[in-house]
């Protein structure tokens, strides 16, 4: 890839600035760089929850940490494997993605990932916005008791409505400014948290009376079948916690000095940040039920029942502006462009970004962290079930299909290689529904919508295995169905 401009040669309605390939000349990230960026994206308050909650569901410290340790590993290959395009062609996500299901059927899968986007933008605009309501109640109690607003099926109280919604308008704000703007918030995020992480984990071994006591604390499953029950729907969490950016870091790969450098910067920082971040949230979450007597999954819950005014005002203070960093980093910056692909003449990234916003309020955020058994099996693994298949469906076309080379100008163009149908290659699309159809049954089981015998067990059980599941599923049915053409594919 060279620094030619492709405007000369690519449609209008399939080239932008924003999704043009980056020129050699501006592919500057290194090891370093990539290495940071999983360490900021991993201290973020989720990351704490995700491991507590696997606490709260009933393992021990150090299944915990394995549990988290082995998704983290699982997710790291997809990871490196899509960011090779990234980083050979300087393409995005929805650009590479065009490859496999078309100029137009691109969107099906930038779409798809982007909506898993708004819900998580959702989730850091709920904690941010819980965060600022903790704080205000300390020193306006009524905010905590004010009449009821909204119907009881919405599960939405006045005051944490309220904080919410100011929370959102704050980050839209940010969003009219644009992403430059976030920088030095992402700095003060960089120094901030690791010290409060930190500080959180030296007030738990010593209100715990040391990590003796805490560690100690056994399992809750009493039968192996029981651990194994949950590990792996567990396990299949702890991959779907990352399985958006699975497919979207060549977003962020598009500007790596080397192969190696996006590849080792990743290999190095994702499982370990993850894992080191998320034994701070198992030990105290551990020490909340020698503290307290029950298990705090929720750190902002916790912060909420320290007894200085200062300290949890000066404390949801901070967790709000991180969260804010991390949400307009992590959040915005991938849908943008994703909405982007929708049409590029019309839609920019401040379009996309208020578009992900208001999507993100009708997620109903709050109700999806409610409780950890929400958070795991209700949201990651049911998001996991749909972007598995698009990972494995990707990887087939790039690494055994096409054998790594991609035709960039293309990829740009309404009539090249890559249109197929009218823009839309029918067999990706057909191969993505094959891979999320088996999750499906145990999807409707999970969240009550059918009885758990409507199915027979083994079919409903698939759901635990979801990403796994779609993953295989649509990559093997890809191939199989591309097999007709792929003598075009490779010499056309």
């Known amino acids: 890839m060279t620094d030619k401009p492709l405007m000369s040669a690519a449609s209008k309605s399939l080239y932008s600035e924003d999704l043009a390939p980056v020129p050699l000349s501006k592919r500057t990230w ?71 299901f078309g100029v137009r059927g691109a969107n099906i899968p930038a779409m798809l990932r982007a909506i898993v986007a708004c819900g998580w933008f959702g989730i850091q605009t709920w904690i941010g916005g819980y965060a600022i309501f903790l704080m205000l109640k300390i020193w306006m109690p009524s905010l905590g008791t004010m009449s009821q607003l909204f119907p009881a099926w919405v599960g939405l109280q006045t005051g944490p409505a309220i904080t919410f919604i100011l929370f959102w308008l704050l980050n839209m704000f940010v969003v009219y400014l644009g992403v430059e703007s976030i920088k030095k918030l992402l700095v003060f995020k960089a120094f901030f948290l690791p010290l ?36 792996f729907p567990a396990l299949t969490g702890m991959v779907g916690f990352w399985a958006t950016l699975s497919l979207n870091i060549p977003d962020f790969t598009r500007y790596a000095k080397s192969q190696r450098a996006q590849i080792m910067g990743q290999a190095i920082a994702l499982p370990a940040s993850m894992t080191l971040f998320s034994f701070i949230g198992v030990v ?40 804010l960093a991390t949400n307009i980093a992590a959040n ?51 998001y996991s079930s749909l972007l598995g298949p698009i990972g494995g469906i990707m990887i087939a076309d790039y690494y055994f299909l096409r054998k790594q080379k991609l035709v960039v100008e293309d990829m740009y163009e309404e009539q090249g290689r890559y249109t197929y149908s009218k823009g839309f290659n029918y067999l990706a699309i057909i191969a993505l529904l094959l891979g999320v159809l088996p999750n499906v049954p145990g999807f409707l089981t999970t969240i009550g919508l059918v009885g758990k015998d409507v199915f027979w067990h083994w079919i409903s059980g698939l759901y635990n295995y979801a990403w796994f599941v779609g993953f295989f599923v649509s990559g093997f049915t890809y191939l199989i169905f591309m097999q007709g053409e792929k003598r075009s594919v490779q010499h056309g």
């Open 30 to 100: 290194n090891t370093w760089n990539y290495s940071a960026l999983w360490i900021s994206m991993s201290l973020c308050i989720p990351t704490y929850m995700l491991a507590s909650s696997l606490i709260d569901g009933g393992m021990n410290w150090w299944e915990a940490i394995l549990t988290i340790f082995i998704g983290n590993t699982v997710v790291l290959v997809p990871m490196i494997l899509n960011g090779h395009a990234g980083t050979k062609y300087g393409i995005p996500f929805p650009v590479m993605a065009r490859a496999s």
């Open 332 to 382: 915005i910056v991938s849908p943008a462009n994703d909405f982007a692909n929708l049409s590029p003449a019309k839609i920019n990234f401040k379009t996309g970004g208020y578009i992900t916003g208001i999507l993100g309020i009708f997620i109903f955020p709050w109700k999806l962290i409610a409780d950890p058994t929400g958070y795991i099996f209700t949201w990651l693994i049911a």
């Open 196 to 231: 409060a992480a930190l500080s959180l984990l030296l007030w738990a071994i010593s209100a715990g009376h040391g990590l003796g006591p805490i560690l100690a604390q056994p399992s809750k499953f009493t039968l192996d079948s029981d651990f194994w029950n949950y590990f």
């Open 284 to 323: 105290v979450t551990s020490a909340t039920l020698i503290i307290y007597g029950q298990t705090i999954w929720d750190p902002l819950v916790l912060a909420g029942k320290f007894e200085s005014k200062l300290i949890v005002s000066i404390a949801m203070i901070a967790v709000a502006i991180s969260t």
